[in-house]
């Protein structure tokens, strides 16, 4: 077997029969991204690779600062051409990471290539790919139709206007691209800076002041209606842990008040402002029957230095070691209670909560619609062949994962689409292991359901997207 040939993973004649006879071909609903709207709007043609690849990709950055690259190369201001001979110096260094994968993937997907990436390739590869991307056939709206992407929703903030989602939808655009809704900068009290600074912003989208802890849920109201409006049928929160204290209306209103004062309020209490919006929240998920996702677990901006110089999301954050259960557990059985639990997807990034997650979602399954509550695929630092492996044989054992609406790119590059690839290849590899070891029995058709329904058709139906 070559590296990355047709049966790539494919480690079986079943797993290879399950992958290139039912699942290759099928489309991409990707349910969870970063993808720029605005690029998609305006149907962008990248000037080269290091802007289509490297910009914004905090997966590389980090990998090429621990090979010794200068910041100046990563989200710096040296030429791109340089900047892409960095990375190509990295690439031979990251073997067994999943950028290794990743990377040749991409390349050979989307514009042929197959030569391995360093630094003796790497003028001639980035020359080619350069001049691809700048063709009508490598435009944005083109990359995603190749690549057969149905559904894309991105990951917006209240307070954005969704002006790129209109014109994406008034121009007819194959693709269906739906905005999500991530209310998370509403639950600053942490930061009172950063929270009045989201205060300013809230009250420009909705042009009423916001001098109250009621007022705020307006605004935020306001917001959700207008999301729902556009299409929007799905919510996203991206937090260390959950927050489910009990909390007394007066403590809220208090908390908002010091807040809004530039004083930061006992950590007590800033947990009772953080349960009582994220519980009204759902709520209104539920009210609209949106899916509600939470992202749990990340530890955020740990370089405190780079963190002031470059700011967030540039590739400071890890794996976090909180305790998740009891406070989850909590915030599900308050909505259940009256029967307000919205259609959840839980992730978890601490596989040492795998189990955790897998045990929680048949809590609140409760026969409705089936895998109401979903264990989310493997997320992040997780999302390449260990971590998804691990995710999907824990969701195996204590669950049904013939229900599971499978993956997503998470991902700020249009490139990332092979991620949806490398995932099926591993589902089809597990149960073709399991067939051929007589685990599993060798009825062909239905292991082909199954397995095409976890890549794709479970998904459809359970965000109903059409």
Same mark, same amino acid.
């Given at each position: 077997m070559q590296f990355l040939d047709e049966?790539?993973?494919? &480690? /079986?004649? &079943?797993? %290879?029969?399950?992958?290139?006879?039912?699942?290759?071909?099928?489309?991409?609903?990707?349910?969870? !991204?970063?993808?720029?709207?605005?690029? #998609?709007?305006?149907?962008? %043609?990248? +000037?080269?690779? /290091?802007? +289509?690849?490297?910009?914004g990709d905090h997966y590389k950055w980090r990998a090429m600062r621990a090979n010794?690259?200068?910041? +100046?190369? !990563? /989200?710096?201001?040296?030429?791109?051409?340089?900047?892409?001979? %960095?990375w190509a110096e990295t690439v031979p260094y990251t073997l067994r990471n999943p950028l290794y994968h990743w990377t040749h993937l991409e390349l050979q997907r989307y514009f042929g290539v197959r030569e391995i990436l360093n630094p003796t390739t790497a003028s001639g590869i980035y020359d080619t790919c350069s001049g691809m991307l700048q063709t009508p056939e490598f435009s944005v709206r083109s990359i995603l139709t190749r690549m057969k992407v149905e559904v894309v929703c991105t990951t917006d903030d209240p307070a954005d206007t969704l002006h790129d989602h209109r014109a994406i939808a008034a121009s007819g655009f194959g693709t269906k691209v739906y905005p999500a809704f991530r209310p998370d900068n509403a639950l600053l009290v942490d930061n009172p800076a950063a929270f009045n600074g989201y205060m300013e912003r809230?009250?420009?989208? &909705?042009? @009423?002041? #916001?001098t109250t802890y009621g007022d705020l849920l307006m605004a935020l109201r306001n917001r959700h209606d207008f999301f729902a409006a556009n299409g929007c049928t799905v919510s996203d929160h991206g937090l260390e842990e959950m927050y489910a204290d009990d909390f007394s209306v007066d403590t809220v209103n208090r908390v908002f008040d010091q807040v809004r004062l530039g004083q930061l309020p006992d950590e007590a209490s800033r %947990? @009772?402002?953080?349960? +009582?919006?994220?519980? @009204?929240?759902?709520?209104?998920?539920?009210?609209?029957?949106?899916?509600? @996702?939470?992202?749990?677990g990340a530890l955020r901006n740990n370089n405190t230095r780079k963190w002031r110089e470059l700011g967030p999301d540039t590739g400071w954050d890890s794996i976090g070691d909180f305790a998740q259960g009891r406070a989850l557990s909590r915030f599900l059985d308050r909505l259940d209670t009256n029967d307000h639990l919205a259609r959840t997807i839980l992730y978890n990034l601490n596989p040492a909560d795998n189990a955790v997650m897998a045990t929680m979602i048949g809590n609140f399954n409760d026969g409705t619609i089936p895998g109401k509550v979903q264990f989310g695929s493997a997320w992040w630092f997780l999302d390449q062949k260990d971590g998804m492996t691990q995710q999907l044989n824990t969701l195996s054992n204590m669950g049904l994962i013939s229900r599971f609406v499978g993956m997503l790119t998470d991902s700020r590059s249009f490139l990332s689409f092979p991620r949806h690839e490398y995932f099926r290849r591993l589902v089809c590899r597990l149960f073709g292991e399991e067939v051929e070891g007589g685990e599993l029995p060798g009825d062909i058709p239905w292991i082909a359901k199954i397995v095409s329904d976890i890549c794709y058709y479970n998904a459809k139906q359970y965000f109903g997207f059409v």
């Open positions: 049966d790539f993973l494919l &480690t /079986t004649k &079943t797993a %290879r029969l399950l992958y290139h006879d039912h699942v290759s071909a099928l489309p991409i609903i990707d349910y969870h !991204c970063h993808l720029s709207p605005s690029l #998609i709007a305006g149907d962008h %043609r990248f +000037a080269n690779l /290091t802007e +289509a690849w490297l910009a010794g690259v200068s910041e +100046a190369y !990563c /989200t710096g201001g040296k030429p791109d051409a340089e900047k892409f001979a %960095r809230l009250e420009g989208a &909705t042009q @009423q002041s #916001i %947990r @009772q402002f953080k349960s +009582a919006l994220l519980h @009204q929240l759902a709520e209104w998920d539920h009210e609209k029957g949106w899916v509600q @996702q939470f992202h749990l």
